[in-house]
């Protein structure tokens, strides 16, 4: 009996080195984010870590479009592999298409405050901004109120106390590390807190002030939030600015609640003792 020979297409070697970069770029790009949180390196080796990564991915979604046509018109196997690499290169480079996006309809600011032309001064953290960039060309201030133009400060009725301790409770909710704070004591010192937030993905350093000044009515509460790398933030501090200043304005319309039936209960109280 004669046996049949099946002779199988060999596999694309474009898809195989699709998959290799594409899966190479996922270790790098994973890698690159872990010693970024760690601290282990600098910010621009870490981030030209990152670039690489991208590079890779970039190079995978080619190799991997290339050994479609090639399958197609020769029927080489490799399908699946060249389909993967493809997905992995995509999702790898979809964020940072999104951040490019986002930096091209918004300005180059990184520096982001509810009172741009005197925004609250670094103290503790001026030490370790040095050589970031800083809210002082008119330029930037235009820029900024043009871009987030609702974006500003918050009066609330409260005491400059209350209002301090509430920025301080909703930085401390949100486990930033605060490096100053300085509470408000009359007749002239305001409030001041210094804190450092992470960004999300890659866990970089933004820096964070609070300050509140005691107003006849109650207070007021700036916030600012600054990067310490590059020029162009993609808005998260202004999203962080939003975000501060509405969780402030929340938890100080509570404590004003709270203290409204005590006013109420107390007014009763010494109308009786009058008419004694």
């Given at each position: 009996?004669?046996r049949r020979?099946?002779?199988?297409?060999?596999?694309?070697?474009?898809a195989?080195?699709?998959r290799?970069?594409a899966?190479f770029?996922?270790?790098?790009s994973?890698?690159s984010?872990?010693?970024v949180?760690s601290?282990?390196l600098?910010?621009?080796?870490?981030?030209?870590t990152?670039g690489g990564a991208?590079?890779f991915a970039?190079?995978s979604i080619?190799l991997?479009?290339?050994?479609?046509?090639?399958?197609?018109?020769?029927?080489h196997?490799?399908?699946?592999?060249a389909?993967?690499a493809?997905?992995?290169?995509m999702?790898?480079?979809a964020y940072?298409?999104?951040?490019?996006?986002?930096?091209?309809?918004?300005p180059a600011?990184?520096d982001?405050?509810?009172d741009?032309?005197?925004p609250?001064?670094?103290?503790?953290?001026?030490?370790l901004?040095?050589?970031?960039?800083?809210?002082?060309a008119?330029y930037?201030v235009?820029?900024?109120?043009?871009?987030?133009p609702?974006?500003e400060?918050l009066?609330?009725?409260?005491?400059?106390?209350?209002a301090f301790?509430?920025?301080?409770?909703?930085?401390t909710?949100r486990?930033w590390t605060i490096?100053l704070?300085r509470?408000?004591?009359?007749p002239r010192r305001?409030?001041?807190i210094?804190?450092?937030?992470r960004?999300?993905l890659?866990?970089l350093?933004?820096?964070v002030?609070?300050?509140?000044?005691?107003?006849?009515?109650g207070?007021?509460?700036?916030?600012?939030?600054?990067?310490?790398?590059?020029?162009?933030?993609?808005?998260?501090?202004?999203d962080?600015?939003?975000?501060l200043?509405d969780e402030?304005?929340?938890k100080t319309?509570d404590?004003?609640?709270?203290l409204q039936?005590?006013a109420?209960?107390?007014a009763?109280?010494?109308g009786?003792?009058?008419?004694?």
């Amino acid at each position: 009996m004669v046996r049949r020979r099946i002779i199988e297409e060999p596999v694309s070697r474009l898809a195989v080195w699709a998959r290799r970069f594409a899966l190479f770029a996922i270790i790098v790009s994973v890698m690159s984010v872990i010693v970024v949180h760690s601290g282990y390196l600098e910010f621009t080796p870490a981030m030209a870590t990152f670039g690489g990564a991208l590079v890779f991915a970039g190079l995978s979604i080619l190799l991997g479009l290339l050994a479609l046509i090639v399958i197609w018109f020769s029927g080489h196997r490799g399908l699946g592999q060249a389909v993967s690499a493809l997905a992995i290169g995509m999702g790898l480079l979809a964020y940072p298409a999104y951040l490019g996006v986002k930096a091209y309809r918004l300005p180059a600011i990184n520096d982001v405050a509810t009172d741009p032309a005197d925004p609250p001064r670094f103290e503790a953290l001026a030490p370790l901004r040095a050589g970031a960039t800083a809210i002082a060309a008119s330029y930037t201030v235009e820029q900024q109120r043009a871009a987030y133009p609702d974006i500003e400060p918050l009066d609330v009725t409260v005491t400059a106390q209350a209002a301090f301790a509430a920025a301080q409770d909703v930085i401390t909710k949100r486990k930033w590390t605060i490096l100053l704070a300085r509470a408000p004591q009359p007749p002239r010192r305001e409030g001041h807190i210094e804190a450092v937030a992470r960004s999300v993905l890659m866990g970089l350093r933004e820096d964070v002030i609070v300050r509140v000044r005691a107003t006849p009515d109650g207070a007021r509460v700036d916030v600012r939030s600054a990067s310490r790398y590059g020029k162009y933030d993609f808005g998260s501090n202004a999203d962080r600015v939003r975000a501060l200043i509405d969780e402030i304005d929340d938890k100080t319309s509570d404590a004003e609640k709270k203290l409204q039936p005590t006013a109420k209960a107390q007014a009763p109280a010494r109308g009786a003792a009058a008419r004694r």
